[in-house]
């Protein structure tokens, strides 16, 4: 693995996996219950397998149709997600938002991939059944806002979408802050492969605000691809297994681990070196705990679970 493939999105666990599909089944429950909206009047709907042709191909005749594709493990998708939902609320029918689990819908996962798509959150416009990607990676709400408002306008000026009726002007969008020019940038230089690039856009941005924490999840991301390097994930593993007081060998399998989606048992791994050193071994694994906890969105439960025992390893 180069460090250009990386991809923090590589593998779910199965508690991952089982944990999507309980929320969808969930989100689909709560849609069939009496009160809620028809599924043909909301502007958001979960889609599967079995309904993609009817609730994006079908439906996207008469109304252009938003997919996101997500995941319930993926940090960046719990960012871009609720903007999505927002923006598509606002648009009051104009737009569609179908959102595909990935996990609990493997048919639709592999479609992504053929389509050369090798991360998430990834989104795709819909119009006539035609499928056409859009926006790939998390971004602030101003410049999703108006990467949509560009969307749509571009589709009219091609002919794809008609203009709106004579006499029925198109609403105007509220007044949105200006897009700050850095998060395109390190949103470009990510999907260039450019590491360096986005390592020093997202660096700009936590100099302005070190709390972004879109900007500092990306960092550690970018990081954590350096760290991997060329590593072979196998022999990482074995050579930790083999030998639990070689420090960096256990840091350099947690890292292995959290890229292949094996979060919890890289923290537990960590934990357990610390638990066991003393001195700088010991800070050093502390350390590098601390980091991979910046890889996950702060409000992850993974990590206060092993925030506590961290503490209790430590004291």
């Known amino acids: 693995m180069s460090s250009r493939d990386f991809s923090l999105y590589g593998a779910v666990d199965l508690g991952a996996r ?4 309980k929320k969808q089944q ?3 429950a709560a849609a069939a219950s009496p009160g809620a909206p028809p599924v043909g009047g909301t502007s958001v ?7 993609f042709n009817t609730e994006v191909v079908e439906r996207s005749r008469t109304v252009p149709v938003l997919v996101d594709f997500w995941a319930e493990w993926c940090g960046p998708c719990k960012q871009l997600g609720p903007i999505l939902e927002k923006l598509a609320t606002e648009a009051a029918g104009k737009w569609v938002l179908a959102k595909v689990d990935i996990d609990a ?8 991939q053929q389509m050369g798509i090798r991360g998430i959150p990834f989104v795709a416009v819909v119009v006539s059944g035609q499928l056409m990607p859009f926006l790939n990676g998390a971004a602030p709400e101003p410049q999703v806002r108006q990467a949509i408002d560009q969307l749509f306008e571009a589709l009219r000026q091609e002919g794809i979408l008609p203009d709106a009726p ?3 002007e198109i609403p105007e969008a509220p007044p949105q802050p200006d897009v700050d020019p850095v998060y395109g940038a390190a949103e470009e230089a990510l999907n260039n492969g450019d590491l360096d690039g986005a390592a020093a856009a997202f660096q700009r941005i936590l100099d302005t605000d070190p709390r972004d924490e879109y900007a500092k999840t990306g960092l550690a991301r970018i990081e954590l691809g350096r760290r991997i390097g060329d590593i072979d994930a196998q022999k990482a593993i074995a050579e930790a ?3 639990p007081a070689d420090v960096p060998a256990q840091t350099r399998a947690a890292d292995v681990e959290v890229v292949t989606g094996r979060v919890e048992a890289a923290f537990d791994r960590l934990i357990a070196t610390v638990r066991r050193t003393a001195g700088d071994d010991r800070d050093a694994a502390r350390k590098h705990l601390l980091k991979l906890f910046e890889i996950l969105p702060s409000d992850d439960p993974r990590i206060s679970k092993a925030r506590r025992a961290l503490q209790s390893a430590l004291f």
């Open 18 to 21: 089982q944990a999507a599909v």
């Open 26 to 28: 969930e989100r689909q």
């Open 45 to 51: 709907v979960d889609v599967t397998d079995q309904t």
């Open 105 to 112: 819908n493997p048919q639709l996962g592999a479609y992504m």
């Open 166 to 168: 004579e006499g029925e």
């Open 241 to 243: 297994d083999a030998d």
